[in-house]
């Protein structure tokens, strides 16, 4: 028996319109142990860490590919180029 590949087109992935700021805590944050080291790195306090991933969730949201979770976060950048697999 021979193996048949499915046919149907890959799905294509929208990226959300982010920032390049939001690019760079969205980068910093998924390489980071947490949201205060990020602050810390990049000058700015937790709750701007934080209001910057709830804009990014929310971009990501709507263009249809939900991330509510850190682990979501870095599948998208991954997906996105944001991140490289050779940097974790």
Do not use: C, F
Not at 62 to 81: E, I, T, W
């Amino acid at each position: 028996m021979t193996a048949v590949l499915d046919p149907s087109p890959l799905r294509t992935l929208t990226p959300p319109a982010l920032s390049d700021r939001e690019k760079e805590v969205l980068r910093a944050w998924v390489l980071a142990d947490s949201k205060v080291g990020v602050g810390r790195r990049l000058y700015i306090s937790e709750s701007t860490v934080n209001t910057h991933i709830t804009r990014i969730r929310a971009k990501y949201a709507a263009v249809g590919r939900p991330a509510p979770s850190k682990a979501s976060l870095l599948a998208r950048a991954l997906q996105d180029g944001i991140v490289d697999i050779t940097e974790l």
